[in-house]
Nanobody, 120 residues
């Protein structure tokens, strides 16, 4: 599975962005998808995940309520980010694996990151 994350950019605090994760080479329809982020000088951390069916989602506790993960079709997953804060600045990655647990913990497939910068 080849993943492509996009949609990052520069936004002011309080603004919104929607990140996209697209697949090529193989459909994502049987994979759970997770988003991670890595801020400068920090470890990469889990953000959100969604099951292959879209019926289950999971969020980092600190982000629940501002971020929403969704999937539109077999090959697109989104991360809607609202009320962005400067501390949300990071490179955001999407990842895939067969189960949500695996996608959250140690996904087999990673996309390249997309930079999100939130200015104060």
């Amino acid at each position: 599975v080849q993943l492509q994350a996009s949609g990052g950019g520069l936004v002011q605090a309080g603004g919104s962005l929607r990140l996209s994760c697209a697949a090529s080479g193989r459909t994502l329809s049987t994979y759970a998808i997770a988003w991670f982020r890595q801020a400068p000088g920090k470890e990469r951390v889990f953000v959100a995940s969604i099951s292959w069916s879209g019926s289950s989602t999971n969020y980092a506790a600190s982000l629940k309520g501002r971020f929403t993960i969704s999937r539109e079709n077999a090959n697109m997953v989104y991360l809607q980010m609202n009320s962005l804060k400067p501390e949300d600045t990071a490179v955001y990655y999407c990842a895939a694996d067969r189960t949500m647990i695996a996608a959250m913990k140690r996904p087999d497939y990673w996309g390249q990151g997309t930079q999100v910068t939130v200015s104060s």
